[in-house]
């Protein structure tokens, strides 16, 4: 229950940051990154994941688990 | 009137500074510049134009224009605009090389709007070389129906990587994104010349991953960067 971050897409453009509730979304040394034990994939806070929603590339963030 | 016979690139140059320019047309720029440096207007008397020069002749003629305007359209007199020479390429010529679109107006700066800009030029940059390979005008031509200008010319330019613009709109830059170009909006006007020494030096370095992988490296050599880059 958890998102990442497709390192090879992401271009650090630092959107997913801020829109967090539970504030896992933190900029690595590559790219940004997920910490997948805090991520709730937004359940509880919002419909749908709000880093997905803002992030400006497509399938960018996906579900650690498919 | 031989004598007072202006070269053909330097004409050009008077008529594409005076599009940068407000309510400026080639005529008023001229009487301007003739005012400031009198006949024959040469190369070399132009080189000697400052912006007070620029802003006092023809007495203030255009003293109330912005004065970033008037600094662009003085870099274009005096750029040796000789335009850029077309180099050959073939696919593979440049291994990790990347393949950018500048959109442009004038031919020197990335100051083009991406929906309005009158040329597209194309480089191809690696890390120690960039050739321009092709200049593309996104004119509709003539006869062929388009639904969707900015579709068009986000086709125009689809084998580029990546796209350097003045401005874009937000529908526009979501066309090129689908069409896997990266789009860069740049903060204020640049040179084409700078912003390919800007790119050389990231590529030259450790380029980031979504770059790398545009630029064709293979996944396992970017995990060896970043191995090297964790430390």
């Known amino acids: 229950m958890a998102l990442y971050i497709v390192e090879a897409d992401c271009i650090s453009c630092g959107d997913c940051e801020p829109v967090c509730p539970t504030n896992s979304i933190t900029e690595g040394k ?13 359940e509880g806070d919002f ?3 709000q880093c997905v929603k803002v992030c400006p590339v497509d399938n960018c963030i996906l579900p650690l688990e498919a | 009137m031989n004598s007072q016979a202006i070269s053909r690139e330097l004409a050009l140059r008077i008529g594409l500074a005076a599009r940068a320019l407000p309510d400026t047309d080639a005529k008023r720029l001229l009487s301007v510049l003739t005012d400031c440096i009198g006949l024959p207007l040469t190369e070399q008397k132009i080189a000697g134009i400052d912006l007070n020069a620029l802003k006092s002749a023809k007495a203030g003629e255009f003293a109330d224009v ?5 600094t662009h359209a003085l870099s274009i007199l005096k750029s040796g605009l000789n335009a850029p020479e077309r180099q050959a390429y073939t696919d593979g010529d440049m291994p990790g090389s990347v393949r950018i679109a500048c959109a442009s107006n004038d031919g020197i700066n990335v100051d083009g709007h991406f929906g309005s800009c009158s040329q597209f030029l194309i480089y191809q940059v690696s890390a120690d070389e960039a050739r321009l390979i092709d200049i593309r005008n996104p004119d509709i031509p003539d006869g062929l129906e388009v639904d969707d200008k900015n579709a068009f010319r986000a086709e125009l330019i ?5 796209l350097y613009i003045a401005s874009v709109g937000g529908p526009a830059a979501a066309k090129i994104v689908k069409l896997g170009i990266h789009p860069m909006k740049l903060p204020g006007i640049e040179t084409i010349a700078d912003i390919i020494k800007q790119l050389q ?3 030259a370095g450790t380029p980031p991953p979504w770059l790398a992988k545009v630029m ?12 090297e880059a964790t430390g």
């Not at chain 2, 689809?158 to 990546?162: A, L, R, Y």
């Not at chain 2, 064709?216 to 191995?227: K, L, T």
């Open chain 2, 158 to 162: 689809q084998d580029c990587q990546v």
């Open chain 2, 201 to 203: 030096t990231v590529i």
């Open chain 2, 216 to 227: 064709g490296v293979e996944a396992s050599d970017r995990f060896h960067f970043e191995r």
């Open chain 2, 66 to 70: 912005d004065e970033p305007l008037l």
């Open chain 1, 30 to 42: 590559i790219v940004f990154k997920i910490d997948a034990k805090t991520c709730t994939e937004c």
């Open chain 1, 47 to 49: 419909d749908v994941p």
